[in-house]
């Protein structure tokens, strides 16, 4: 049992419930905010393309309507070959709330396969700080 098995069971969870029939990719996210509380989502397509909804997006909705917005670590479950990391609206979104050393665990069905920090996938990132 790892410190990050819950994380990995809300995320696996949750891609169980992913509405994706047009890339066949499910998704699931799992955020663990700074309370302790884990909110997860998974990724919602759409006939209209460009409408889909992200996991991370979905999960990042999920906590602030729970009415938290501080993320200490992530987790994003996908399958495949290469890594499934956060696409670069996601690192965006995900900026929003948490910070440069924020882990974020990229795994597959099998389990871990890479944590990196936020500050490394989104370097140089713009955030609510530049609006100050
Ligand atoms: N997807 C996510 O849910 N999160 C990511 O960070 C990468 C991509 C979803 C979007 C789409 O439903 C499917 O994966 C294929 O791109």
Redesign the pocket.
């Known amino acids: 049992m790892s410190d990050i098995d819950d994380l990995i069971k809300a995320a696996s969870n949750a891609r169980e419930c ?3 029939p ?2 066949n ?5 799992a955020l663990r905010t700074a309370s302790g509380n884990i909110f997860s ?5 759409n006939a209209a393309y460009p409408e ?7 999960a990042i909705a999920a906590m602030v309507r729970a009415g938290e917005q501080t993320i200490v670590e992530a987790l ?1 479950l ?1 399958d495949g070959e290469s890594l ?4 670069g ?3 965006q979104k995900l900026r929003e709330f948490a910070s440069d050393d924020t882990p974020i665990h990229v795994c597959d069905p099998e389990g871990l396969r890479k944590t990196i920090s936020l500050g490394v996938l989104l370097p140089h990132s713009f955030g609510p700080e530049h609006l100050k």
Do not use: D, Q
């Not at 990719?25 to 996210?29: D, E, I, L, M, S």
């Not at 499934?84 to 696409?87: D, I, M």
């Open positions: 992913a509405y994706a047009y890339s990719f499910k998704v699931g996210a989502g998974c990724n919602v397509e889909g909804l992200c996991a991370e997006a979905s994003v996908g499934c990391t956060p696409c609206g996601c690192r």
